[in-house]
């Protein structure tokens, strides 16, 4: 959560930020789905894009994308157009999983999911 409350204080720790994406990749299997999304929302509102981090990151959400909640869904979304990180195989998965559950969408998250896509495409 190291992550998150420097993007909430938006405290920019290059030194801190690389630490914690090292630290997090080999332990991303334990993360759940929320801590998955949070994660990249972090480094994304802190516009610092490790590509690495991004790639293991969708390389986990990707299996689970049926436990993600709207909330999380949208927040992958957001966080990889914020970043202008293109992941065609998760965002292929968010896009079916979020058309199977629209009616559980709040406005918000419909609305990051849209400008997700249109960042995107």
Do not use: K
């Not at 405290?11 to 801190?16: F, K, N, R, S």
């Not at 990749?25 to 490790?50: E, G, K, N």
């Not at 058309?99 to 999911?113: G, T, V």
């Amino acid at each position: 959560m190291s992550a998150w409350s420097l993007a909430v204080c938006n405290c920019w720790d290059e030194p801190w930020l690389d630490a914690i994406a090292a630290a997090s990749l080999p332990r991303l299997t334990d993360f759940d789905v929320q801590y998955l999304a949070i994660t990249a929302w972090a480094y994304s509102t802190l516009a610092y894009l490790i590509v690495p981090l991004m790639e293991a990151l969708s390389a986990q959400a990707i299996p689970r994308i049926s436990d993600c909640g709207p909330q999380s869904l949208a927040n992958l979304a957001l966080a990889f157009a914020r970043l202008r990180y293109t992941h065609e195989p998760l965002l292929s998965a968010i896009s079916e999983e979020a058309m199977r559950r629209i009616s559980d969408f709040l406005p918000l998250n419909i609305s990051n999911l849209a400008w997700a896509c249109a960042r995107l495409t």
